[in-house]
């Protein structure tokens, strides 16, 4: 692997892109770790994919926005490490294709890519930063678990990766990133298979001949989701499956852990405020302190997290007569009154929890004072906070005001749609 540069990727047609959503989440946060109601969405920033071939023979380059140099890898030894021997699944190799991720055998298949990336690839791996790591290993396992049961050549070609999402800031960014990664490889094997069986020899038998080469189908967007939740092992360990949900597919997604997510499918006419406060937040350490308060307290604190399901049911409620109420005012108008006020008790339960921060308490009570309601989102401790909108027509000056007031004390402020569309193909391919 090398940082040399070479074709810019502005000077490039790509000839596949896609893009997935970043996701915010309404309500639940802390409370659906006990087995509460969540409810997440889709925003409408999202996070692009563009595979491009270059003229440079034997060599994938990967930028990323968290990569501090473009990456050039060797494609013959790619090849060698990661496509051409036979993947490790729970079954025989028979038995596999590339349309059921949940049988590869995660740790080996991890472990693969580890050595092709310290042992083959890397020579200076020293300099790459572990989050860097954590992103290259994500790609590689995609490419090695999507690419390697398919009778399809990865050829020379840039993959390069842009986001309107802050990393890191819990708004989904890892899972808007695998999704449209593992996305991006599935429109790659759709245009460059051939017809009839596109399995290697060995490997289950997989026929794609009504693939559409402008949209996913659902069983596409099945396989998709699959691979990414796959992949965010190698992010958070234990993901849920919520995130590379809502990213996949879109809209608003009901959740309680040890389920499935439930997608609500719905069309949302919503907009809302995302307000970064910049200050860093420690996930783990939050989580940590909310069940300190538990054992500390555990009736009070029970309540308090009933409270807060309560809360998103009721949300879920009048989000679904929101959708359905287009053309009477009156009931729209309601159903954001009451969403509002929901909005304000539950980012002060999860004050009770002891998860805000002074700036969320800030941005909150700028939002009022303006006749906005708003809400931290995440875990809390700094990170994003919401304000749902009412119809823009309804709000007046209230909604300038908040947003200059909030950007001249230095907070990051932007507006976005919520609830729109999963991973999708934007070119033209």
């Known amino acids: 692997m090398s940082n040399e540069t070479s074709q810019s990727s502005s000077q490039r047609s790509a000839d596949i892109v896609v893009s997935a959503p970043g996701k915010v989440i309404l309500f639940g946060e802390h409370s659906v770790v006990y087995g509460r109601l969540a409810l997440a969405a889709s925003l409408g920033l999202r996070t692009r994919v563009a595979i491009s071939s270059?003229?440079?023979p034997n060599t994938l380059e990967i930028e990323c926005p968290n990569l501090t140099s473009k990456l050039t890898f060797?494609?013959?030894?790619?090849?060698?490490?990661?496509?051409s021997p036979t993947l490790p699944t729970y079954l025989a190799p028979a038995e596999f294709s590339w349309e059921s991720p949940d049988v590869v055998h995660h740790e080996t298949l991890l472990d693969r890519v580890t050595e092709f990336l310290t042992d083959v690839s890397i020579s200076n791996t020293s300099?790459?930063?572990p989050s860097e790591i954590v992103t290259v290993k994500s790609m590689m396992y995609l490419i090695a678990g999507i690419l390697g049961s398919v009778n399809v050549e990865l050829k020379p070609?840039?993959?390069?990766?842009?986001?309107?999402?802050?990393i890191g800031a819990g708004t989904g960014s890892s899972a808007s990133f695998l999704v449209s990664i593992s996305?991006?490889?599935?429109?790659y094997i759709k245009l460059n298979k051939s017809s009839g069986n596109i399995s290697k020899t060995g490997y289950r038998e997989c026929n794609w001949n009504d693939s559409d080469p402008k949209r996913f189908s659902t069983r596409e967007l099945d396989i998709i989701c699959n691979w990414a939740f796959c992949a965010e092992k190698i992010v958070h360990g234990t993901p849920s499956g919520l995130d590379n949900s809502i990213c996949t597919y879109g809209s608003i997604v009901e959740?309680?852990?040890?389920?499935?997510p439930k997608l609500l499918g719905i069309e949302c006419p919503f907009k809302i405020l995302l307000i970064n406060t910049k200050v860093a937040r420690e996930t783990k350490a939050l989580v940590a302190q909310v069940a300190q308060r538990l054992e500390?307290?555990?009736d009070l604190v029970k309540n308090i997290l009933n409270a807060m399901e309560d809360v998103a049911y009721i949300g879920l409620q009048n989000i679904m007569n929101v959708s359905r109420s287009h053309g009477d005012s009156k009931a729209t108008r309601d159903h954001y009154d009451t969403l509002a006020t929901l909005c304000s008790m539950n980012h002060h339960l999860l004050s009770a929890l002891g998860v805000s921060?002074?700036?969320?308490?800030?941005?909150v009570n700028t939002l009022t004072r303006h006749g906005l309601h708003g809400k931290l989102t995440g875990a809390g401790g700094g990170g994003y906070a919401i304000a749902l909108l009412p119809p823009l027509e309804e709000i007046g000056r209230g909604l300038e005001e908040a947003m200059n007031e909030l950007a001249s004390k230095g907070f990051g402020v932007q507006m976005t749609d919520l609830g729109g569309e999963g991973v999708r193909i934007d070119s033209d391919s």
Request: aromatic share 6%; glycine share 2%; charged share 20%.
């Open 54 to 56: 270059i003229n440079h």
């Open 74 to 83: 060797n494609l013959e030894t790619l090849n060698k490490y990661l496509l």
């Open 127 to 129: 300099n790459l930063k």
């Open 157 to 166: 070609a840039a993959i390069v990766v842009s986001t309107d999402l802050e």
């Open 183 to 187: 996305a991006a490889l599935v429109q």
């Open 255 to 260: 959740f309680r852990k040890g389920l499935q």
């Open 296 to 298: 500390r307290f555990p």
């Open 357 to 363: 921060h002074p700036t969320l308490d800030d941005i």
